[in-house]
């Protein structure tokens, strides 16, 4: 965890906002109806706050280690250019937007809520674990939102990088 100072200086620089999808985009749960198609529930917290913070000027990209329609759809609805989807190694995906829009990684915002998520932590300028995340992931994150994942925790992040750009 970083002090507030240092969490200042460190939403100043944030350009780019990456997301992982199930358990911060959603609250985990993946739904399943009788034809095996999977489904899942977005907050419009969180969609707002993609929307403002993206006509602010920051970029945002999705990067889940999973594959879905869903995703494909929830991008083009909000107009998300970056998306990758099936992604393992998610600090690859971070060196890729850094050299895509020409980034250095202390200008990268990460959300994350799991283990395959600290590698990220490691890399970028500010990362962050919500608070319904695996506990394991806690110490690898700069900060911890209120809300939990699925439920504001993006809508959170995002206001306070508004507050501070």
């Known amino acids: 965890m970083i002090d507030k100072d240092q969490l200042v200086l460190r939403l100043k620089k944030i350009k780019l906002v990456a997301l992982d999808v199930d358990g911060v985009l959603t609250d985990g749960r993946v739904y399943l109806d009788a034809d095996g198609r999977e489904t899942r529930a977005f907050n419009f917290k969180d969609i707002m706050g993609i929307s403002r913070l993206k006509k602010r000027g920051v970029k945002v990209a999705l990067i889940s280690g999973e594959k879905n329609a869903v995703i494909d759809r929830f991008c083009r609805k909000l107009g998300i250019e970056k998306n990758y989807q099936n992604c393992r190694e998610k600090d690859k995906a971070i060196d890729e937007l850094t050299d895509y829009y020409k980034l250095k990684p202390e200008d990268i915002c990460f959300i994350g809520d799991d283990i395959n ?11 962050v674990g919500v608070s319904n995340g695996w506990e394991g992931i806690m110490g690898s ?16 992040i995002c206001e306070l990088i508004i507050a501070n750009i």
Do not use: M, Q, S, Y
């Open 117 to 127: 998520d600290i590698p990220v932590f490691k890399k970028v300028g500010l990362a």
């Open 141 to 156: 994150a700069h900060i911890v939102t209120k809300n939990k994942g699925g439920n504001g925790a993006v809508r959170e």
